[in-house]
């Protein structure tokens, strides 16, 4: 349950903290890390889908798993 996922449409601090809380709001556990240059988001502790769920809720482009 751990991945690297592309994230478009990051462009500043905020919107690494939208994209953080809204992944914990469905997964508390989880372990986010944002890194904004690359707009990669690893993440320990939940699945595609809910990642899926929460980046596009919070108005992000989810671009799936990153290679």
């Known amino acids: 349950m751990n ?3 592309k994230v478009d ?3 500043c601090g905020g919107c690494v903290r939208s994209v953080t809380n ?3 709001k469905l997964a508390p556990n989880a372990r986010v890390e944002v890194d904004l240059p690359t707009g990669l988001v690893t993440v320990d502790g939940a699945d595609e ?3 899926r ?3 596009e809720g919070a108005g992000f482009d989810f ?5």
Do not use: N
């Open 3 to 5: 991945g690297k996922y």
């Open 9 to 11: 449409g990051m462009t």
């Open 22 to 24: 809204a992944i914990t």
């Open 49 to 51: 889908g809910l990642v």
């Open 53 to 55: 769920d929460a980046v």
């Open 63 to 67: 671009g799936g798993k990153a290679a």
